[in-house]
C-alpha cells in the first residue's frame, strides 16, 4: 500500500536519493552528496515543503515546494517545484497522490494558490497537472538570472 507523508529527518537519505534520480532527470550530473544535502538543509530549516510516497517504507516518490507571495494577488501562495516518482511505480496514481499532498499542505499554509513550471515537452507532467485543475497561464515568460 502507497503511504504519503510530510518528509522529516527520518527521509532525508530516502528522498536525498530520489532527489538525484529528479536531477538527472533534468540532464544534471549525478551528485548523490549534494542531492542529500540540499534535501536536508530544506528539512532541517523548514524552508520547503516535502512530502514522501512509501511503499513498504521504501521511497518511490517525493514532491517539494516553497512558500512564498504574490504582490500582485496580495496573496501567500506555494511553487511546486520537484515531482519524482521512481519509473516502476509511474502510471499508479502516486504522482497524483503528491500533487494532492503539496496542495493540502498549501492551503494548511494558509496559500491561496499552488503555482508551478515545467519543461514545453513534458507531456506527461503537463497531463497530470491539468487533470488535476492546474491551467496554463498565457502571456508568461519565466527569466532568470545567475548570481
Not at 492546474?134 to 527569466?143: A, C, H, I, L, S
Request: aromatic share 10%; proline share 2%.
Amino acid at each position: 500500500m502507497i503511504e504519503i507523508e510530510q518528509a522529516t529527518s527520518i527521509h532525508i537519505e530516502a528522498v536525498g536519493r530520489l532527489f538525484d534520480l529528479y536531477r538527472r532527470f533534468y540532464e544534471c550530473d549525478p551528485d548523490l552528496d549534494l542531492a542529500t544535502s540540499y534535501i536536508r538543509e530544506r528539512i532541517e530549516r523548514g524552508e520547503s515543503f516535502i512530502h514522501v510516497a512509501t511503499i513498504d517504507g521504501e521511497a518511490i516518490g517525493f514532491v517539494q515546494s516553497y512558500p512564498t507571495f504574490c504582490s500582485v494577488d496580495a496573496i501567500k501562495r506555494h511553487v511546486l517545484y520537484d515531482l519524482y516518482v521512481d519509473e516502476s511505480h509511474r502510471d499508479a496514481g502516486v504522482g497524483a497522490r503528491l500533487m494532492d499532498a503539496a496542495r493540502d499542505a498549501a492551503i494548511a499554509d494558509g496559500a491561496k494558490r499552488v503555482d508551478l513550471e515545467t519543461a514545453h515537452d513534458n507531456a506527461p507532467g503537463q497531463h497530470l497537472y491539468e487533470k488535476l485543475g492546474y491551467e496554463r497561464v498565457e502571456g508568461f515568460f519565466t527569466y532568470s538570472l545567475e548570481l
